[in-house]
């Protein structure tokens, strides 16, 4: 089979060619059951064996510790962005910090549930630098402080999470953590919940991971619908109701993909960042010399997994798309509140994939500058 193009789509997203062939040869029958998966009920020995294998490895890959509970929801991050005040807030103070379109949507659905406090944003600077933790206006009392991680529109990344004790904060943190999950560790020491989407680097869209904090659960609002009140779906495995089973095999044998990946001595998620690293360091790098290109995020906070890019004579804007496409560089297109270009560049994009979108570049470069 020819090789498939490379899909910079920024979710749902690629997804590594193994896993798709693995799902592709368990479709009509899951390890000789006669079943796919499918077809399966959700209380069965067999689904429950891959619900089971599949968190403990999230857990091993994640080293997420003992007393957090790993819960796989639905309805996307955009729906916890009501669910997690519902959960946490007491319909009390909490804290919220405005990195860029995805943290902004979270804040202002939280104001339904309870008491938002801006504590920083960068809108003023068009979301392309990270505001100093030092200047974050915490609340004494806030319930937790909800920070995005990576912003997937404005390709800004936290590649450290603040200290809230530090800071004066007794809150615990909330991440969401979607567009980036999985492709370098957590402290956990500094992160109460953190939150995700599956759509980037876990798998199909219609699965959602809350890691949480065993203490946090228990305070949901009164209003808080029983299939989202974390207590109750951590009490039952999540299969308060029927969990998105296919969605979550899939991350399942995503899961056992980045165990298996190897990078010279690191195996793991450790592979996994370094490569994570190289990636963005190899596109990053071309852009910034390349005088036909710009990246207009600050030097720190730059994000590994979405790249928004210029062409600093966007008259060409439709040609590069074009000829990108027809080179086998897909979905390059840049949201439309930003513009331009954007790739992203999960897990299950190769460096040879951002390898032959900088040659693309370059060439591209040349016939138009
Ligand atoms: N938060 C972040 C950081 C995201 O990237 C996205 C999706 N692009 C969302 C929230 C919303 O996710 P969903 O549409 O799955 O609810």
Redesign the pocket.
Known sequence: TPQRPYNFS??PAALPEEVLQQAAADMLSWQGSGMSVLEMSHRGKEFISIAEQAETDLRDILSVPANYKILFMQ???????AILPMNLSEGGQTDYVVT????Q??AKEARKYCQVNVAATNEADKHTRLPNFGSWQLSDDAAYVHV??????HGVEMHELPDLASLGSKAPLVI????HIASRPIDWSRVGVAY?????NIGP?GL?LVILREDLLGRALPITPSGFDYQIVADHESMYNTPPTYAWYLAGLVFQWIKRQQEGELSGLAAIEARNIAKADLLYGYIDGSGFYENRVGADCRSRM?IPFFLKNEAHNDAFLAQAKAAGLLQLKGHKSVGGMRASIYNAMPLAGVQALVDFMKDFAQRHG
Do not use: P
Request: charged share 15%; aromatic share 4%.
């Open positions: 920024a979710g309805g996307g991050a955009i729906a916890e962005n860029g379109s995805w943290s949507k979270s995005c991680s990576n912003e997937t529109i969401d953590c979607s567009s995700a989407g599956a759509q980037k869209a959602t979405n």
